[in-house]
């Protein structure tokens, strides 16, 4: 059984940046597709950014949320079953709780529905 846990989550004002983890536990993920998704409140969660599970590269391909693209960076470290979400320029829009989650496949998904493994969120607040 694969666990998620998610950190690095803060505080920043608006054109600061932040770096998210998501630990893995209880099984390698190489084999899975991992997303970040993000949750406002009163509003619905967003995928914000995926990639395909390593394959023999080990890196994954990357897909991004238009809002996002240019500013987040998501990159995978099969060795140490972790993978990351790197945000540049901030803004307040970006506030949200933000999740990890994993599914058994190659391709990923922005969609959230697509993933049943996910991790307890961490809170990103963005001040103007």
């Known amino acids: 059984q694969v666990l998620l846990l998610e950190s690095g989550g803060g505080s920043v004002p608006a054109g600061g940046s932040l770096t998210l983890s998501c630990a893995a536990s209880?099984?390698?993920?190489?084999?899975?597709?991992l997303g970040w998704f993000r949750q406002a409140p009163g509003k619905e969660r967003e995928g914000v950014s995926c990639?395909?599970?390593?394959?023999?590269?080990?890196?994954?391909?990357?897909t991004y949320v238009d809002s996002v693209k240019g500013r987040f960076t998501i990159s995978r470290d099969n060795a140490r079953n972790t993978a990351y979400l790197h945000m540049d320029n901030l803004e307040p829009e970006d506030t949200a709780v933000y999740y990890c989650?994993?599914?058994?496949?190659?391709?990923?998904?922005?969609?959230?529905?697509?993933?049943?493994?996910w991790g307890q969120g961490t809170q990103v607040t963005v001040s103007s």
């Open positions: 209880g099984q390698s993920i190489g084999s899975y597709a």
């Open positions: 990639i395909t599970s390593g394959g023999t590269s080990g890196s994954g391909t990357p």
């Open positions: 989650a994993a599914n058994p496949k190659y391709y990923c998904s922005l969609d959230p529905t697509s993933y049943d493994i």
